[in-house]
């Protein structure tokens, strides 16, 4: 193997509750996962085939304080699970699909509203209003031995103590074991890849001086002040 011609770089990681931290290689995110946000973003939910975009896996960040993103004025944090694999494959079947995942944690999906909008309208990619710097926050990870496989249970994002979102995983269009087999068929998922599940109905815009929450029961609170 040649030397590197430049420096070479961190990999980015999570932490992990408990010790320790999970190297992050590539973070998927699935769109549209709860029904009435579909329906709040003015498409028909009826478990159309789930869609897929992508992070940069340096977007993950764990805080406590997050800039405001550069060239927007529209941020909208999305409050979701997030889904950290030990192990991968290529078509992998359902009631395999569990046995490859390391633990489970909160994430933020921040989106570049208005970007994505003048996208939208002139048919050009959105890819960087969703992939930016710190454009993943994520909470510390809870192994799959300590608590088990998350299925249901509340998931809710606060704004300075007031409810912007709420609804159970139990609501998710595709299950997590489903995602997983889908996007096995699209690419070969790889040890080291976290899977951004999607986010209910109640996305907004939030400003300098927010203080954000994410919440799923049973995991570490994601907790954020936007400066």
């Known amino acids: 193997m040649t030397d590197s011609v430049i420096s070479t770089w961190e990999t980015p990681s999570l932490p992990v509750a408990g010790g320790g931290s999970f190297p992050v290689r590539r973070i998927y995110c699935v769109g549209r996962n709860y029904a009435a946000h579909a329906r709040e ?5 009826d478990r159309e085939p789930p869609f897929f975009f992508t ?7 764990t805080g406590p304080e997050l800039a405001y993103p550069t060239a927007t004025e529209d941020v909208h944090p999305e409050c979701e699970m997030i889904v950290a694999l030990a192990k991968g494959g290529r078509d992998i079947p359902v009631d395999k699909a569990l046995d490859c ?3 489970y944690g909160v994430g933020f999906d921040l989106t570049r509203r208005d970007m994505q909008s003048v996208a939208k309208d002139l048919r050009r990619p959105w890819s960087l209003s969703k992939d930016f710097d710190d454009a993943a926050p994520c909470s510390q990870l809870h192994p799959v031995r300590e608590v088990g496989h998350v299925e249901n249970g509340t998931l809710r994002f606060t704004v300075n103590g007031e409810t912007r979102q709420e609804s159970d995983l139990n609501k998710m ?32 815009a939030v400003v300098k001086g927010d203080t954000l929450v994410g919440h799923v029961d049973g995991l570490t609170d994601l907790t954020l002040k936007i400066v």
């Open 55 to 61: 992070k940069a896996p340096d977007g993950v960040f």
């Open 101 to 103: 995942v390391f633990g």
């Open 41 to 45: 973003m003015g498409h028909d939910p």
């Open 173 to 204: 269009i595709w299950s997590v074991p489903e995602t997983i087999s889908f996007l096995s068929g699209l690419i070969t998922l790889l040890p080291g890849d976290v899977i951004m599940t999607g986010t209910p109905e109640g996305v907004s």
